[in-house]
């Protein structure tokens, strides 16, 4: 399992056993893995977009509409597509961070949740 994917299994894994949080909307966004160009061309008509963040937390916190959430390694990069994406997202209101351990993400998240997060761009 890649270092990525593991990072994000154990934030979701904590998420799901806060009860605080029980009814919130966590969700995975499927935009990665190699695909054959048939399977690549289906997902761009379906409206894949490259540099969309890995998930989502669908919960309104002012002044945002939702939190959306890049999984990187300490050593990982955030491609320009992904700086592009989330300075779209920002300037629709939306909050866009990068988490680079699950101790990270125990912060954000809460602190999200409770409004103590300024605007932060990738």
């Not at 190699?34 to 669908?58: E, F, Q, S, V």
């Not at 959306?68 to 629709?92: C, P, V």
């Not at 699950?102 to 949740?113: A, G, K, S, T, W």
Request: charged share 25%; net charge positive; aromatic share 8%.
């Amino acid at each position: 399992m890649k270092r990525e994917t593991a990072l994000q299994c154990a934030c979701v894994k904590w998420f799901s056993l806060q009860p605080d949080y029980k009814g919130y909307l966590l969700y995975m966004i499927t935009n990665d893995g190699k695909k054959t160009p048939k399977a690549a061309n289906i997902d761009k008509k379906r409206g894949l977009i490259a540099g969309i963040p890995d998930m989502c937390l669908a919960v309104p916190s002012e002044p945002h509409h939702a939190l959306y959430i890049e999984f990187k390694t300490d050593k990982g990069e955030i491609s320009t597509k992904q700086k592009i994406i989330a300075l779209n997202l920002s300037l629709q209101g939306y909050l866009v961070v990068v988490i680079r351990s699950v101790e990270e993400f125990m912060q954000v998240i809460p602190d999200y949740l409770h409004r103590r997060l300024p605007s932060q761009k990738c």
